[in-house]
């Protein structure tokens, strides 16, 4: 089984797929870090080099790659849903989860998170703030394809289990 974590960055993918994949005895990958490991280069590096396009060209094959790995927690780019048939692909071949979180609360772990984040670099707090609002009214539409969705606000994590458990095994 595979279950694909979607949202907005700084949405908790990554937390919250760690704890899931412990939770549910699974293997963890998260797509940017997978990234990451293969370029040897930052996400923000990658961006500055090479451009966003190239980054979704690579993002979309290392989504493929997972499509063959078995019983394992994957945590999505905040993009990756939003781009060619992504989202329909990952519904085709595992579970889908979005991971919700209103916009001032994505405002304020953007601003508080260590992480660099290349779509945001050069703008100032209302422009971070107005950016999201603007991305959340074009992307909102992907995630909301997910099979499932969780309050990311303090995720509970074994209501999570329970809703995917009841996603696989339906009480008629």
């Known amino acids: 089984m595979l279950i694909y974590l979607t949202g907005y960055m700084g949405s908790g993918k990554t937390t919250a797929g760690l704890k899931l994949a412990v939770k549910m005895g699974y293997a963890f990958a998260d797509l940017d870090v997978m990234i990451e490991n293969k370029f040897k280069i930052t996400i923000s590096q990658f961006f500055s080099k090479y451009g966003e396009p190239a980054f ?13 790995y078995s019983n394992t927690v994957i945590a999505t780019g905040g993009g990756t849903p939003c781009f060619v048939d992504n989202m329909d692909i990952i519904n085709k071949n595992g579970i889908s989860v979005y991971i919700k979180i209103p916009e001032k609360a994505l405002f304020q772990r953007l601003l ?9 670099f050069g703008k100032t707090d209302e422009e971070i703030l107005d950016y999201i609002n603007h991305q959340m009214i074009v992307r909102e539409p992907f995630y909301l394809k997910s099979c499932l969705s969780a309050e990311g606000i303090d995720i509970d994590i074994n209501g999570l289990v329970v809703s995917i458990n009841n996603y696989l095994h339906p009480v008629s």
């Open 112 to 120: 508080n998170s260590k992480k660099k984040r290349p779509l945001l």
């Open 56 to 68: 979704r060209k690579v993002e979309r094959e290392m989504l493929i790659e997972t499509f063959s």
